[in-house]
């Protein structure tokens, strides 16, 4: 049995890749998404910690682990990888190429949410483009100066900037796009003059965000993505997924 950490773009593409192949596969998120189960396809959610991944592969049989999940999911990276390893469960990870780094004065990297804190101007307006989780760690900046995270449409994420809460009228609905004028009117509807988000590669139309904040004049901060452990084997497209898996991957 194979064991896909999912949620994003590449978790959906693997799903449906190991569904070509009728290979038996379990499909595992933090939080409770839609998901359709079929003869090949079964699902679970909520987070596992090292102990409670550890049971769920002994009782599940899992031989294979494939990691598709969020780049910035660090916590569950560290837990797969140690449970992985100390079991010699091979783990492949469905990563995101990252995009040439942008050079311009408006661009700006860095390597920590606290990092970005600090480079943060004061008296500017924020649009954080950084998910509902980031909306606790980006506390202190919010409760002193102007800022709009856009979050998903869903009832989890409204209940996460409740829980910290975040002022409702500052939240903008919806997803990234690859619509440029829609970033752009974004930015300008709101007065943005800071875009803070994080280096997802084209999947999260990084170079999108990166252009609309360009055009409006807007400096942009970049958390840059953080490093996958050196246990997984590392694959960025279909093509590489399936003849890893047509290779090596035992059921």
């Known amino acids: 049995m194979i064991l896909v950490f999912g949620g994003t773009t590449e978790g959906k593409k693997?799903?449906?890749?190991?569904?070509?192949?009728?290979?038996?596969?379990?499909?595992?998120?933090?939080?409770n998404i839609p998901f359709t189960t079929t003869k090949i396809a079964s699902y679970r959610h909520g987070a596992l910690d090292e102990k409670q991944l550890k049971k769920y592969i002994i009782e599940n049989?899992?031989?294979?682990?494939?990691?598709?999940?969020?780049?910035?999911?660090?916590?569950?990276?560290?837990?797969?990888?140690?449970?992985?390893?100390?079991?010699?469960?091979?783990?492949?990870?469905?990563?995101?190429?990252?995009?040439p780094?942008?050079?311009?004065?408006?661009?700006?990297?860095?390597?920590?949410?606290?990092?970005?804190?600090?480079?943060?101007?004061?008296?500017?307006?924020?649009?954080?483009?950084?998910?509902?989780?980031?909306?606790?760690?980006?506390?202190?900046?919010?409760?002193?100066?102007?800022?709009?995270?856009?979050?998903l449409n869903r009832p989890e994420s409204l209940a996460i900037a409740a829980?910290?809460?975040?002022?409702k009228e500052q939240l903008i609905l919806g997803l990234p796009s690859a619509n440029l004028e829609k970033e752009i009117d974004l930015i300008k509807t709101h007065q943005i003059d800071v875009v803070l988000t994080k280096e997802t590669g084209n999947s999260g139309f990084l170079s999108t965000k990166i252009e609309a904040a360009l055009k409006t004049n807007a400096h942009i901060i970049i958390i840059k993505q953080p490093r996958i452990p050196e246990y997984f084997k590392v694959v960025y497209n279909t093509d590489e997924l399936e003849l890893f898996i047509s290779k090596t991957i035992a059921v």
Request: charged share 20%.
């Open 61 to 99: 049989t899992i031989k294979t682990i494939i990691n598709a999940s969020h780049p910035f999911a660090e916590i569950l990276h560290n837990t797969i990888a140690k449970v992985a390893e100390s079991m010699q469960i091979p783990v492949l990870r469905f990563g995101r190429q990252l995009l």
């Open 14 to 31: 693997t799903a449906a890749l190991l569904e070509s192949m009728a290979l038996p596969f379990v499909y595992s998120t933090k939080t």
């Open 163 to 167: 829980e910290s809460n975040f002022p």
């Open 101 to 151: 780094k942008t050079e311009h004065p408006l661009v700006s990297y860095v390597k920590t949410y606290e990092d970005a804190l600090y480079l943060l101007p004061k008296g500017k307006i924020l649009l954080a483009l950084t998910g509902v989780q980031s909306i606790k760690r980006l506390k202190p900046r919010w409760l002193k100066q102007l800022t709009y995270f856009r979050i």
